[in-house]
């Protein structure tokens, strides 16, 4: 499944309405340590189609980004039934990323 990019407009449409966990990736252009995580992200949402992947860029999102407290990029948001259940600061393996976030896969 491809990533999907998420705006202050469809934010709940795409995150908080979903069907099932969502890893959020709060990123923004600049970031060098978000660009990191990008390949880690893109792999995760092309081998775990029971996760939805979503991208927010907190610099064209601000209203998300500071709904969410987002103090630090990247942030890697997990969502489930319309709240944030855990997240992950930084850069981060993507086997310990996996294991937070498949914990909420029903």
Request: glycine share 4%; aromatic share 8%.
């Given at each position: 499944m491809a990533?999907?990019?998420?705006r202050?407009?469809?934010?709940?449409?795409?995150?908080?309405?979903?069907d099932?966990p969502v890893l959020?990736?709060?990123w923004a252009?600049?970031c060098?340590?978000?660009r990191?995580?990008?390949?880690?992200v893109?792999?995760?949402?092309?081998?775990h189609?029971e996760?939805?992947?979503?991208?927010?860029?907190?610099d064209?999102?601000?209203?998300?980004?500071?709904?969410?407290?987002?103090?630090?990029?990247?942030?890697?948001?997990?969502?489930?039934?319309?709240?944030m259940?855990?997240?992950v600061?930084?850069?981060?393996?993507?086997?310990h990323l996996?294991n937070k976030?498949?914990?909420?896969?029903?």
């Open positions: 990533v999907i990019e998420a202050d407009g469809n934010f709940a449409q795409e995150v908080l309405n979903a099932k959020v990736d709060f252009e600049w060098m340590p978000c990191m995580m990008a390949p880690v893109d792999q995760i949402a092309e081998e189609p996760i939805k992947v979503v991208k927010l860029n907190v064209e999102n601000p209203l998300i980004a500071s709904t969410y407290r987002i103090m630090s990029i990247p942030t890697l948001g997990i969502f489930k039934d319309g709240k259940v855990d997240k600061i930084g850069v981060t393996p993507k086997q996996l976030i498949l914990q909420y896969v029903d």
